[in-house]
């Protein structure tokens, strides 16, 4: 099972060498999952990611195809920009000169709302003014949830074009899990990146189970954290607060990789979310594939996502978190190495599979409109 976690770098030679010449694409970044999941290389030829100089292998930040030197040194040799992810690399000021030198190319510009508020920074006021730039700049806007949209409408008066988050599983059919006794509820802190709220996450987790528990629910917690941490005091606190709970275990090593981490999560009835903040989430997809009910905050728009596999609980609130485990585990399919839950995988792998037909054919109708728009020009 492979799951579109780790950048590699895309391309190829056309499906049908007969066909007319595929869209030369430079996407920002072109080996991140998403980037290659939304891609139909029958039709569109991903650039590779030019490497930042000094770079370790694979890294693509900070994105070279976002400086105007870059544009103007191999603007013959793409038809047109897409931007994902990567643009807190530049301060809104450059990415202004980054949007000049793709128009004084005549190449245009589509940007993907992925983010209105960036997981990776606290001070989200220089990702406002970025987005500001970008979505001003671009000549065609997508996102990928209709909440989202209406936003960037309210804020920004552009109207983007909703297209939905595909699977990230890249072949064969999900673990539908092991059985085991208790319901067990998951929540993975990872490295603790700034929009992790591990401390508050955990503390209401404790105190959910510790009452679940108490009136004879059979359930059981596990909080998973990477042995490398960027808040090592948020570590040691959460370490502390799990030590003596009742129920509850901390899980602590070296980053999972993909095939451990996607049987971490098909072994739990349901998935906590930790985020303070933030807009979309990979992980709901992944759990959605995965059969695996989220429960999570009102942070964004992550709950539009897969709204009728979303239970909604407040940080600090136990009883919220109470009433959506149980809401979250009722369903049959939700308990692990069960018949219902691998039916619902695989009646779900071929919903998906399906999904991201349409997703990656409403791209390639995206970006010819882009470029018959900039002909016409």
């Known amino acids: 099972m492979r ?41 569109v030829d991903l650039r590779s990611d030019p490497p930042p100089p000094g770079a370790a292998p694979g890294q693509w930040w900070p994105p070279q195809v976002l400086l105007p030197s870059w544009i103007d040194a191999h ?16 301060s809104p000021e450059e990415l202004s000169a980054t949007v000049d030198a793709i128009r004084r190319r005549g190449l245009p510009l589509i940007y993907t709302v992925h983010d209105l508020e960036n997981p990776q920074l606290t001070d989200q006021r220089a990702h406002r003014a970025a987005l500001a730039v970008l979505i001003a700049g671009a000549d065609e806007l997508t996102t990928l949830t209709a909440a989202t ?17 595909p699977t990230l599983v890249e ?5 539908a899990g092991r059985s085991h006794g208790p319901t067990r509820v998951g929540v993975h802190l990872r490295d603790l990146r700034p929009n992790i709220d591990g401390v508050g996450t955990t503390a209401t987790l404790v105190r959910a189970v510790a009452e679940l528990r108490a009136r004879g629910a059979d359930v059981e917690a596990v909080v998973r954290l990477n042995e490398h941490v960027r808040d090592v005091e948020a570590a040691a606190s959460i370490d502390a607060l799990t030590a003596n709970a009742d129920g509850v275990t901390l899980e602590r090593s070296a980053r999972l990789d993909d095939d451990a981490l996607a049987a971490w999560l098909a072994d739990l009835d349901a998935c906590m979310l930790p985020y303070s903040h933030g807009t979309h989430s990979g992980w709901v997809e992944l759990c959605y594939d995965l059969a695996v009910p989220v429960i999570g ?17 407040q940080v600090g609130d136990p009883v919220s978190l ?18 219902a839950r691998g039916a619902e ?19 390639v109708a995206l970006y010819r409109r882009s470029l018959r728009t900039e002909h016409a020009a």
């Open 149 to 165: 949209a209406a936003e960037v409408e309210r804020d920004y008066r552009r109207s983007p074009a909703v297209i939905p988050h």
């Open 322 to 339: 109470e009433r959506a485990i149980l809401d979250a585990t009722a369903p049959d399919w939700s308990i692990p190495g069960s018949v």
């Open 3 to 43: 799951y579109a976690t780790r950048p590699t770098q895309p391309g190829g030679t056309p499906i049908d060498a007969a066909a007319p010449r595929r869209i030369r694409v430079a996407a920002v970044p072109a080996g991140h999952p998403y980037t290659r999941a939304v891609t139909d290389e029958r039709f």
């Open 297 to 313: 905050t009102r942070v964004g728009h992550v709950a539009a996502q897969h709204p009728h596999d979303f239970h909604l609980f």
């Open 171 to 175: 072949d064969g059919t999900p673990p």
């Open 345 to 363: 995988v695989v009646r779900r792998r071929v919903e998906r599979l399906d999904e991201r037909e349409r997703v990656r054919a409403a791209h």
């Open 75 to 90: 603007a013959d040799e793409i038809d047109l920009v897409h931007v994902h992810f990567g643009s807190e690399s530049y």
